[in-house]
């Protein structure tokens, strides 16, 4: 059961990066946009 309960930590973390990097990607392409402008 420990080592299933790993894994799925695991899966978290990979999706809290992946959320992460969307939403860092999300604001530099913003903060590119506010500077054309």
């Known amino acids: 059961h ?3 309960y ?3 930590s695991v899966h978290i973390n990979w999706v ?8 860092s990607e999300k604001n530099t392409s913003f ?3 506010r ?3």
Do not use: W, Y
Not at 16 to 23: P, V
């Open 16 to 23: 809290e990066k992946i959320l992460l990097r969307a939403d």
């Open 31 to 33: 903060e590119r946009a």
């Open 2 to 4: 420990s080592s299933s």
């Open 6 to 8: 790993g894994s799925i």
């Open 35 to 37: 500077k054309f402008q």
